[in-house]
C-alpha cells in the first residue's frame, strides 16, 4: 500500500505565500513523476505543476512565474511553493503521484486526499 501525505494549506491573504509539501510512504520501488493538481468549488481539476523523473517540470499557464515545484527524492516528497498567490489560486490541492510498488512491474497513479488552499482577497 501507498500513502500520500499532504501539509501545508490553510488562508492567505491575496500577495502573500504557502508552502505545500506531500510524502509518499509505503512499498514503493520507484516514483516515476509526482505533481500538485487542484480543484476549485464548481470547476474540474486541473494540473498545477508535475516533475517527471530526470527533472522536467510542467506548470499550468496560470501558475507560471508565480509556483515552483521541486523534489526530494531521497524522501520521496513533492514541494509547491506559492508566491503572488490570487483569489482564483482558491481550491483543494491534490497530490498526484506514479509509483511502482512492490509486486508490480508498472507504474500506478495515487492521489492524496488533498489540502485546502484559501486567498482572501
Known amino acids: 500500500q501507498v500513502q500520500l501525505v499532504e501539509s501545508g494549506g490553510g488562508l492567505v491573504q491575496a500577495g502573500g505565500s504557502l508552502r505545500l509539501s506531500c510524502a509518499a510512504s509505503g512499498s514503493i520501488v520507484s516514483i516515476n513523476a509526482m505533481g500538485w493538481y487542484r480543484q476549485a468549488p464548481g470547476k474540474q481539476r486541473e494540473l498545477v505543476a508535475s516533475i517527471i523523473d530526470g527533472g522536467f517540470i510542467n506548470y499550468a499557464d496560470s501558475v507560471k512565474g508565480r509556483f515552483t515545484a521541486s523534489r526530494d527524492n531521497a524522501k520521496n516528497t513533492v514541494y509547491l511553493q506559492m508566491n503572488s498567490l490570487k483569489a482564483e489560486d482558491t481550491a483543494v490541492y491534490y497530490c498526484?503521484?506514479?509509483?511502482?510498488?512492490?509486486?508490480?512491474?508498472?507504474?500506478?497513479?495515487?492521489w492524496g486526499p488533498g489540502t485546502l488552499v484559501s486567498v482572501s482577497s
Open positions: 498526484n503521484a506514479a509509483i511502482v510498488v512492490r509486486g508490480l512491474l508498472y507504474a500506478r497513479a495515487y
